[in-house]
């Protein structure tokens, strides 16, 4: 995964220049305001700090449409631009309005760096490390504000500072930045697979993961083009075709076919099994302990309970033979069209093998989501043909060492993915035939198994393969594919892997699709948690750390140093900024292991007893020394539990929640969201401070962040280790449950 790493860490710098700016305008406005004679003009010297704050609001308003037009990849280029052009103009700044220009450019910079970086980074990371990945980016905001501040600090130590200078120097990680976009970012895979540029995205996830083999997630990627749609959750014992073959009939099996040949798999519908289905089940009246509990949290929880230790790394093994399901096709019934005369009628077409070679172009769309990936065993003994032809991906067989997986549809979190042939009666009568996609899902400590057990499988290690008379259960999630055959089905398709999208698909995004209900209800905890975050009052402890800390009498020892009050709090201000480091450091490590909503709901109560402190310190008088102590030590707790919870996860939760083809458009609104509360809590600040005073201001916050964790607890779900589109159906199902309680 160092690929994906390395990728993230690259992205993450346009974070790192966002707090570089943020640090170095608070240091460089005080000597601003000597130079320009702004003493008597609080408005321009506000607007010379706020400029930035407009600049991105308004990039923001059409950053998400343009990165759904254009790619993450482009805007991202575009920010590392705006960054330099903004340092150089910095640099020069004949005059304020220059200046303003300057910061305006910074602004737009900036919007689309903290709009796009968390969606790029949740486009290009395996599900199992997305979480530590997506915390990147608040890790470098603050070591860019580190940073910063200690270049500031010396050059505050200067006999005359140069402001220009402290500003300049932003174009040089800038010009860092732009290298790194142009050279080794590559597009997110997702945009890709969502214009059908196939080829491209196959390569991306090759080099993001390290391996020849992306099948499975290729595929995956494709079904999350999909907007919505009738999403059941159902429940499987799953075996080998031998073991519920014999006692079932027809219409309660559900084949699945393995990847070597003559290896299938036969799925039985039970009832009552599946803690995902009794989740579902229960979610869809009103929890009598919990009355407002979101169905949607019910369902996500259900799956985390039953997660291996391993944080979904084995779920693989679970299913060894899924690999490309239609790369074998001996035992296919014959009902389903897939002829030899079509076969053969599609040999030399447009339908060619990427691993072929047939075709390279952008605009590939016609390549098998799934080709199997040839070995290095195989190509000494099978000569691939030209074009790819369907019937040498259907008919060869597949060659492997023992304890070897060719190839696998495992998607990360413990899920695999399926699909199931099925037949219909259509409007006008007669039967057509379609697709079902199925999202597997393992359930550790469950059932056991008719002969042997679960933990035989996941338990044997990776190259072990499951022999026969494992019998086990697996919850699913079942809705119709973005790969739908009802356009399709007169060019007699041999299955999900030798069609492209579809163009409903295709399509780009439409404001329609926003009143999707699994959309809306993303957007609600999206919204939510931006608006809850910003009025949870870091703006308001930022504000008064100097003045605590003053009082503390660290002001009294820089001075004694020799230190100007103006180094003083930019030193101060650079301590705070290091404290923080090292709890995101740690937010980092148990992003993905305790997930989430857990860090949400454990830290945010820390937030309220800090906050409360705070009011009480301000109220009740214990003497200067005890006030400045429990002061200092409240709001380096609040800064240190903030940046591990309530500072990175709800950007980390918005590039998770939407699917593919809207996510830009989301996480702008979230983002829109975002830059509006910051500017109001900023502008408002000074007017609370007048109208009900410090401890007033404190106990706002405090209330803010009472609500904010009853609004997690009820209405935020835990999405560790899932993938994405996964996650998408997920809020499809909960939205139709919460629906469903409503009217009950």
Sequence with gaps: MSGAVLVAVAAAVGNLLQGWDNATIAGAVLYIKKEFELESEPTIEGLIVAMSLIGATLVTTCSGGIADWLGRRPMLIISSVLYFVSGLVMLWSPNVYILLLARLLDGLGIGLAVTLVPVYISETAPPEIRGSLNTLPQFMGSGGMFFSYCMVFGMSLMESPNWRLMLGVLSIPSLAFFFLTIFFLPESPRWLVSKGRMQEAKQVLQRLRGKEDVSGEMALL?????????????????????????????AAKIKLYGQEAGVSWIARPVTGQSMLGIASRQ????????????????????????????????????????????SVTGNQARHEDWDEESDGGREGDDYGSDAGGGNDSDDNLHSPLISRQTTSVEKDMIQPAAHGSILSVRNSSVVQNAGEQVSSTGIGGGWQLAWQWTEREGEDGKKEGGFKRIYLHQEAGGMGSQRGSLISVVGGGGGDMVTDGDVFQAAALVSQPALYSKDLVDQHPVGPAMVHPSEAAMKGPSWRDLFEPGVKHALFVGVGLQILQQFSGINGVLYYTPQILEEAGVGVLLSNLGISSTSSSLLISCITTLLMLPCIAVAMRLMDISGRRTLLLTTIPVLILTLVILVVGSLINFGSIVNAAISTASVVVYFCCFVMGFGPIPNILCAEIFPTRV???????????????????????????????????????????????IFVFLKVPETKGMPLEVITEFFAVGAKQAAAAKNN
Excluded at 291 to 298: A, E, K
């Design 222 to 250: 494709v079904e999350g083009l999909g907007v919505g749609g009738d999403t059941s959750i159902e429940e499987y014992i799953i075996a080998p075709a031998n073991d519920l073959e014999q006692d079932q009939d027809e």
């Design 663 to 709: 996510r830009g458009l989301c996480i702008a609104i979230c983002a829109l969201t975002f830059w509006i509360c910051d500017i109001i809590v900023t502008y408002s600040l000074p007017v609370l401070l007048t109208s009900v005073g410090l401890s007033g201001v404190f106990g706002v916050y405090a209330v803010v962040c009472v609500i904010s964790w």
């Design 283 to 326: 979610g869809s009246t009103i929890n009598p302990s919990v009355p407002l509990m979101d169905p949607l949290v019910t369902l996500f929880g259900s799956v985390h309970e039953r997660l291996p230790d391993a944080g979904g790394s084995k779920g693989s093994m679970l299913f060894p033979h899924f690999g490309s399901m239609f």
